[in-house]
Nanobody, 123 residues
Framework: QVQLVESGGGLVQAGGSLRLSCAASGVTFSSYMMGWFRRAPEKEREFVAAIRSTGRTYYADSVKGRFTISGDNAKNTVSLQMNNLKPEDTAVYYC?????????????????WGQGTQVTVSS
């Protein structure tokens, strides 16, 4: 049984930082890509960042240079370091896992999802 559990969300002022973590069980990191998506109020869920087991990373243009995704294959965890946060980053952030051969930026390619963690950035 696959389980993804996010942690680290919260309330932060604009310009601040947060680190999200996702603990995965039931998946082998070497066979999966791990991604972060977010859903802002009244908006569709969107891609944020992803990482393959090779270490290759992908970022949405809106977070490039501010967010960093990293993975620990030994611990089966993936993290998202978010710096210089903006009010428009406010959303529920979801961790996801999908087969590593697929396109990393497409939501449809992710098979497993966490419950999400709320990130709120105040201005």
């Amino acid at each position: 049984q696959v389980q993804l559990v996010e942690s680290g969300g919260g309330l932060v002022q604009a310009g601040g930082s947060l680190r999200l973590s996702c603990a995965a069980s039931g998946v082998t990191f070497s066979s999966y890509m791990m991604g972060w998506f977010r859903r802002a109020p009244e908006k569709e869920r969107e891609f944020v960042a992803a990482i393959r087991s090779t270490g290759r990373t992908y970022y949405a243009d809106s977070v490039k240079g501010r967010f960093t995704i990293s993975g620990d294959n030994a611990k089966n965890t993936v993290s998202l370091q978010m710096n210089n946060l903006k009010p428009e980053d406010t959303a529920v952030y979801y961790c996801a896992a999908g087969p590593s051969i697929l396109t990393a930026t497409l939501e449809v390619n992710y098979r497993y999802w966490g419950q999400g963690t709320q990130v709120t950035v105040s201005s």
